[in-house]
């Protein structure tokens, strides 16, 4: 089980060509289990909503909207968080990602900024790159 945070679906909405659109469409086929609280949902929706008016994606809005509904269609619903942790990490919306993979006891978030998440590994969580994560699960690994 990965939680992917919302950096990943914005670069795999940018480009059809890195990482973190191969993590998209193995999410959206169901090769790949996520995890996603309704917080981490509305966090998406926010930044694929401000790609398709920046013009910074390859989809058009409602392309955008059908991805995201795709994806969150294949996404394990964790709801309600029942243990709130925050402040714990220095971006609230990292917090989220941070609660939603504790709740859905994943052991993995994709992230761009894994720095952001050096205390994830408290909690028994790696913080990984999505290029790290597909090279992974291209070995055989489990996430």
Known sequence: MVVLDSNVVM???FSRRGAS????????SGRLAIAVSVALA?????VMVRSSSL???WASRD??????NALLARARLVQPIRWRRRPLLRDPGDDLVLECALDAGAKTIA???VRDFSE?????????RPG???ARLREGEKP
Request: aromatic content about 10%; glycine content about 4%.
């Open 42 to 46: 509305l966090e998406y929706e926010d």
């Open 21 to 28: 659109f191969w993590l998209l469409e193995r999410a959206i």
């Open 63 to 68: 392309e955008i909207e059908d991805v995201l």
């Open 120 to 128: 994830a590994a408290r909690f028994g969580v790696e913080a990984i």
């Open 111 to 113: 992230t761009m900024n």
């Open 55 to 57: 013009k910074l994606s």
């Open 132 to 134: 790290d994560l597909v």
């Open 11 to 13: 670069a795999g909405m």
